[in-house]
């Protein structure tokens, strides 16, 4: 099985330019984790019209069960000294854990702002935000994810469980989200790949699963979450191709392994020994991956080691 060194590169301020990432999922599970050691490298330069500075990272928090944390927003925000860190969620006030971390840095590296993935006018206001304070973005990931809500949604065992407003939820959250994500921070997107970056282009990652390959697919069961996560495997797919017509961008789509969260928690009992990680281990790898990343990569579906996974 191949496997990608994980990236152990320390990047300073200096060197970092003036990158702007997103990363869509943060208040739960891995997505505060990839803001915090210094494995990515910061990649582009804000256009002209914006003030050059440290790199951004905008992390945004799924609604529901999503599988983002602030362990995230720690990993970018030691990357270096200087990178800024722009995380959304639904109600910034009560983020409790984020707004410890605004609190634990200089003015400005952390900055939190709403958003919801099930209410498309404030994807809209916050790409609107990032365009007037960054004016680019060089890498969006996409970490949303819901599996189950007590009382609301749970994973099928068979047939007869499956019901309507599950599979309408998990598609709105894991599918439809993340897309609508990558519509209204396309413009930045295009200024971050016109840019002169290390990477040489922008670079969108959606956390799929490995649930989602209908080729690996032996066990059958959770119809809703395997479902949504094809689905939105088509569109990350579908739009890859997009961009690699007329568009300095690339998409990929990422498995994070079984991570020991909220949404993983109720069905660990299953997993084999040394297959359940932490969300610090699954984010190196995961970051280590995404540094990885080529160009002609584009419209590929990776796990966390690095190896590809059958559609």
């Given at each position: 099985m191949a496997r990608l060194?994980?990236?152990?590169?320390?990047?300073?301020?200096a060197?970092?330019?003036?990158?702007?990432s997103?990363?869509?999922?943060?208040?739960?599970g891995i997505g505060l984790e990839f803001v915090s050691p210094p494995h990515l490298p910061l990649?582009?330069?804000?256009?002209?019209?914006?003030?050059?500075?440290?790199?951004?990272?905008?992390?945004?928090?799924?609604?529901?069960?999503?599988?983002?944390?602030p362990v995230q927003v720690r990993q970018l925000l030691r990357r270096s000294d200087g990178g800024r860190v722009v995380a959304t969620c639904r109600t910034p006030g009560s983020a409790a854990e984020l707004q410890k971390l605004r609190e634990e840095h200089a003015p400005g590296r952390l900055t939190v702002l709403p958003l919801d993935v099930t209410d498309e006018s404030t994807i809209e206001a916050a790409a609107a935000s990032i365009t007037e304070t960054h004016g680019s973005l060089d890498l969006l990931i996409n970490s949303a994810g819901i599996l189950s809500i007590p009382n609301v949604i749970q994973p099928e065992t068979t047939l007869s469980k499956v019901q309507k407003s599950s599979l309408m939820l998990a598609y709105e959250v894991n599918a439809v989200g993340p897309?609508?994500?990558?519509?209204?921070?396309?413009?930045?997107?295009?200024?971050?790949g016109r840019s002169e970056t290390r990477r040489g282009f922008a670079l969108v990652a959606n956390m799929s699963a490995r649930v989602s390959s209908i080729g690996d697919n032996a066990l059958g069961?959770?119809?809703?979450?395997?479902?949504?996560?094809?689905?939105?495997?088509?569109?990350?797919?579908?739009?890859?191709?997009?961009?690699?017509r007329k568009d300095n961008i690339a998409c990929v789509l990422l498995h994070p392994g079984t991570v020991d969260t909220d949404l993983s928690r109720p069905f660990?009992?299953?997993?084999?020994?040394?297959?359940?990680?932490?969300?610090?281990?699954?984010?190196?790898?995961?970051?280590?991956?995404?540094?990885?990343?080529?160009?002609?990569?584009?419209?590929?579906?990776?796990?966390?080691?690095?190896?590809?996974i059958p559609w």
């Open positions: 060194a994980v990236a152990a590169r320390a990047f300073s301020a060197a970092s330019g003036g990158g702007v997103l990363v869509q999922g943060a208040s739960r990649i582009a330069s804000p256009p002209p019209s914006v003030s050059s500075g440290p790199s951004v990272c905008v992390l945004i928090r799924c609604p529901l069960h999503a599988l983002g944390d897309i609508l994500v990558i519509k209204h921070m396309w413009p930045l997107l295009k200024i971050g069961g959770w119809h809703a979450y395997r479902a949504s996560k094809t689905a939105l495997n088509q569109l990350t797919k579908t739009v890859s191709v997009e961009f690699g660990q009992r299953n997993v084999p020994e040394g297959k359940l990680f932490t969300r610090e281990f699954s984010v190196q790898r995961l970051l280590s991956v995404i540094d990885s990343v080529k160009k002609g990569d584009n419209g590929k579906f990776f796990a966390w080691d690095g190896q590809e």
